[in-house]
């Protein structure tokens, strides 16, 4: 079964600073996709970022951008100039190419200091 | 606002209570999934609905019973539930499921079972 791992219960970074958030996963497909998702405060869960794994290029979104590492199996997400409105619970995600499982890590919670 | 919503938003019932939560999606997608979020654990996928059939039930227990009257209602029916059934209960939908369609989420139930 494909897992995914966040070895980083928690992080904090100073405001404009960068920041990077890790993920791991294990599967043995070859077409899968990844997913970072941000869950503020009491607030929904919402899409940061998707990578399609048969992709080369690294996906990025403004402020967000992730380094894909396929061979180590590493999905990374960088932020960069950290906003006070980025703190939040960061999830990655993992899916198979046609399954419909998704599944998540355990979450980096991310502080931002003024 | 990102289109779906779900009532109640707390809930507290005991053991031998029965309740239900409901989830309704306004994006037009053909997709939606019940999720348990435990404190410290990873989002859990409980089940998966395509087009009002389930496609997929992770092994969770009978006393969670959905129904997905129509492509944009979905519903967890809870009854005889235990204390370890305390947490977080989110509904998502995306336009079909797998692939890398994103996942657009609901806001959650909080349940305590007491």
């Known amino acids: 079964a494909q897992t995914v791992t966040q070895s980083q219960p928690e992080m904090s970074v100073q405001e404009a600073e960068t920041v990077t958030l890790s993920c791991t996963y294990d599967?043995?497909?070859?077409?899968?996709?990844l997913f970072w998702y941000k869950q503020p405060p009491s607030r929904q869960m919402i899409l940061v970022i998707r990578?399609?794994?048969?992709?080369?290029q690294n996906a990025t979104e403004n402020r967000f951008s992730v380094n894909f590492q396929k061979a180590a199996k590493s999905f990374s997400l960088k932020i960069s100039d950290s906003q006070l409105g980025d703190a939040a619970m960061y999830f990655c995600?993992?899916?198979?190419?046609?399954?419909?499982?998704?599944?998540f890590g355990a979450g980096t919670r991310l502080t931002v200091k003024p | 606002e990102t289109g779906v919503t779900q009532t109640p938003r707390h809930l507290v019932m005991g053991m031998t209570n029965k309740k239900s939560l409901k989830c309704e999606q306004h994006?037009?997608?053909?997709?939606m999934y019940w999720y348990k979020q435990s404190a410290k654990k990873p989002l859990e996928l409980m089940f998966v609905y395509s087009l009002e059939e389930r496609v997929e039930n992770n092994s969770v227990p009978s006393r969670f019973s959905p129904e997905c009257p129509n492509s944009s209602h979905l519903f967890l029916h809870l009854h005889t539930l235990q204390p370890e059934d305390s947490a977080l209960y989110l509904c998502a939908s995306s336009l079909i499921p797998g692939q890398g369609y994103e996942q657009y989420f609901g806001p959650g139930t909080r349940l305590t079972v007491t």
């Open positions: 990578q399609e794994a048969y992709k080369q």
């Open positions: 994006l037009g997608h053909n997709a």
């Open positions: 599967t043995s497909e070859s077409d899968y996709y």
């Open positions: 995600a993992y899916r198979g190419g046609d399954n419909n499982d998704m599944r």
